[in-house]
């Protein structure tokens, strides 16, 4: 009986260090995301920036590295569990990612016309899951501009 009873207890203390675990992990990851998430977007502007520069040029090496690290970019931003109570990674993963991917296999190829085009559709999924997280007025549009000290032609 003695034993029946510790027993009940130490599980009832562990399900009660178990919960406030998961409250304060939440409650970290919540604080710890904010600037993250913002840094993290901001490369996520700057790479699909440059790719859109790279796409105009025709330029394939330069499109297949700014590929790979808009890549990266997308993982960090899967692995933001939530932040200001929504749930980032998730809406990452099944909004953006299945655009990147589609994006990334054109890419591969050589049918400009079929990677501008899916990687326009990459950017509608930016720009949806502005409108899902109440950011609507973040809106990404594609410009032909160069603010870079950079050539993007493909012949250097
Ligand atoms: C989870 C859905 C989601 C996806 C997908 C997403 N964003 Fe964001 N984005 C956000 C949220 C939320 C913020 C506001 C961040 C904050 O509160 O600090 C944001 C902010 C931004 C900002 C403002 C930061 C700045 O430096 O001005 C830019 C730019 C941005 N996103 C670009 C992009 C681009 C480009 C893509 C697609 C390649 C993208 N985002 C995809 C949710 C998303």
């Known amino acids: ?3 029946k009873h510790s027993i009940n207890f130490s599980t009832h203390v562990a399900a009660g260090l178990l919960c406030a675990g998961m409250i304060s ?8 995301s904010e600037p993250e998430l913002l840094e993290t977007m901001s490369m996520l502007q700057t790479m699909t920036h440059k790719s859109s520069l790279a796409i105009d040029h025709k330029n394939s090496g330069l499109l297949d590295f700014y590929a ?3 890549e990266e970019y997308i993982e960090k931003a899967e692995s ?16 953006l ?4 991917k589609a994006f990334k296999s054109a890419a591969e190829g050589s049918d400009w016309k079929s990677i501008s085009s899916s990687f326009d559709s990459m950017i509608d999924s930016c720009n949806s899951c502005h409108q899902a997280t109440g950011y609507n007025f973040i809106n990404i549009k594609r410009t032909d501009k160069n ?5 993007f032609e493909s012949d250097n």
Do not use: C, R, T, W
């Not at 992990?25 to 919540?30: F, N």
């Not at 990612?97 to 990147?100: D, L, Q, R, Y």
């Not at 603010?147 to 050539?151: C, E």
């Open 68 to 70: 790979h690290e808009l």
């Open 97 to 100: 990612a299945p655009k990147f």
């Open 147 to 151: 603010p870079y000290m950079q050539s």
């Open 25 to 32: 992990s939440v409650a970290q990851a919540d604080e710890g």
């Open 1 to 3: 009986m003695a034993n």
């Open 80 to 95: 933001i569990e939530s932040s200001d109570g929504k749930p980032i990674g998730q809406l990452v993963k099944g909004m």
